[in-house]
């Protein structure tokens, strides 16, 4: 037995309705969240201001949690199933990955400085860069397929 508001509800051997609303609801805040951080890996390809492979991490995360056909597509999608598993299995980035990331952040402090940033936003945004780049460049590369 249950106090729910002002009713007592009888719980021995029934699922309470609310339970199961809440964990579709979930369900669907988790399909939604993989969605979004789908498209901005995609947005991430073609703009270097958005990395691609977090973005790609976080939508598998979501999928293993809300979709299992979801989870399996991107896994075994040509394009990226590879980054997803190589860092599950081995904690790797690949040095294409690592290239494409350090030169979109290059990009990203020239786009700073050409539009006139003040040299304390552009150093902030340098010192980021740095840690991020000591963070990508100190991770294994995954092994020849």
């Known amino acids: 037995m249950c106090q729910h508001g002002k009713h007592t ?8 309705p609310f339970v199961k609303v809440a964990a579709e609801t979930r369900r669907y805040l988790l399909i939604g969240a993989g969605s979004l ?4 890996g995609l947005v991430g390809i073609v703009l270097p201001l958005l990395p691609t ?7 598998a995360l979501c999928f293993t949690n809300s979709s299992p056909r979801l ?7 040509r394009s990226f ?27 990203v402090l020239l786009v700073g400085w050409l539009a006139g940033f ?13 840690g ?3 963070f990508l460049w100190t991770r ?3 092994p020849p397929r």
Not at 9 to 16: C, I, N, Q, S
């Open 132 to 134: 991020v780049s000591i």
């Open 9 to 16: 509800v009888h719980t021995e051997g029934m699922r309470l």
């Open 37 to 40: 951080a789908l498209v901005l």
């Open 71 to 77: 989870h399996a597509w991107l896994l075994n999608h």
């Open 81 to 107: 199933g590879p980054p997803i598993k190589a860092w599950r299995q081995h904690r790797a980035i690949s040095r294409r990955a690592k290239w494409m990331g350090s030169l979109s952040m290059l990009l």
């Open 118 to 130: 003040s040299q304390n936003i552009l150093l902030l945004q340098a010192l980021a860069l740095a």
């Open 140 to 142: 294994n590369e995954p």
């Open 53 to 59: 492979t977090p973005f790609l991490l976080l939508a």
